[in-house]
Nanobody
Framework: QVQLVESGGGVVRPGGSLKLSCVASGFDFKSATISWVRRAPGKEREFVAAINWSGGTTYHTDSVKGRFTISRDDAKNTVYLQMNSLKPEDTAVYSC????????????????WGQGTQVTVSS
């Protein structure tokens, strides 16, 4: 059974930091591209970051470049999203998604999805 379980969300003040984790099981994690996607209230899902199977290729959308960093630990079947300098507009439910093979940027390209973790940035 495929599972993606996110954790690490919470409430933080503007300028603060959070580190999200996505623990995967039930598929070949070491061959998978993993992404982070967020959905803010009243908005469409947004592709935030992705990391390929080797960790050698990463992608961060422009609005989070220099603030968010995606990484992976294959020994723990876990992908992380370090989020620094958080802004109110980063408030959203953050989900991880997985696909076998190379990096893709379309949400429809991902086969497995987690339930998400809420991030709220507010003073």
């Amino acid at each position: 059974q495929v599972q993606l379980v996110e954790s690490g969300g919470g409430v933080v003040r503007p300028g603060g930091s959070l580190k999200l984790s996505c623990v995967a099981s039930g598929f070949d994690f070491k061959s998978a591209t993993i992404s982070w996607v967020r959905r803010a209230p009243g908005k469409e899902r947004e592709f935030v970051a992705a990391i390929n199977w080797s960790g050698g290729t990463t992608y961060h959308t422009d609005s989070v470049k220099g603030r968010f960093t995606i990484s992976r630990d294959d020994a723990k079947n876990t992908v992380y999203l370090q989020m620094n300098s958080l802004k109110p507009e980063d408030t959203a439910v953050y989900s991880c998604a997985a696909r076998s093979g190379g990096m893709r940027y379309g949400l429809e390209e991902y086969d497995y999805w987690g339930q998400g973790t809420q991030v709220t940035v507010s003073s």
